[in-house]
Nanobody
Framework: QVQLVESGGGSVQPGGSLKLSCAAS????????MGWYRQTRNKGRELVAM???????DLADSVKGRFTIARDKAKNTVYLQMNTLKPEDTSVYYC?????????????WGQGTQVTVSS
């Protein structure tokens, strides 16, 4: 089992920045991938950024050049630095951890943190 606690959400004006943090506890040594998703109106949760235990990362096209993801393995924490925020970035952001299972993956989610971009 893995527990995830997100922090860092809030309200910001367009063009502003926020940094989200996700701290993992529990069976953290088994975590392979960590990532950030956000809730959409019609498509469920969409991937924003993902980083592997080896530091390989990927970003959604809509946030490339504005967001970065980083992982501190010693602190079992993943960060999402969000710059040049746009109103369309407004959403609830969720942290996810993936652990390898005997078949497929075990997934664990945080409770979500609200990000609001508005003037």
């Amino acid at each position: 089992q893995v527990q995830l606690v997100e922090s860092g959400g809030g309200s910001v004006q367009p063009g502003g920045s926020l940094k989200l943090s996700c701290a993992a506890s529990g069976s953290t040594a088994s975590i392979v991938n960590m990532g950030w998703y956000r809730q959409t109106r019609n498509k469920g949760r969409e991937l924003v950024a993902m980083i592997t235990t080896d530091g390989i990362w990927d970003l959604a096209d809509s946030v490339k050049g504005r967001f970065t993801i980083a992982r501190d393995k010693a602190k079992n924490t993943v960060y999402l630095q969000m710059n040049t925020l746009k109103p369309e970035d407004t959403s609830v952001y969720y942290c996810k951890a993936e652990l390898r299972a005997s078949v497929g993956w075990n997934e664990f989610w945080g409770q979500g943190t609200q990000v609001t971009v508005s003037s």
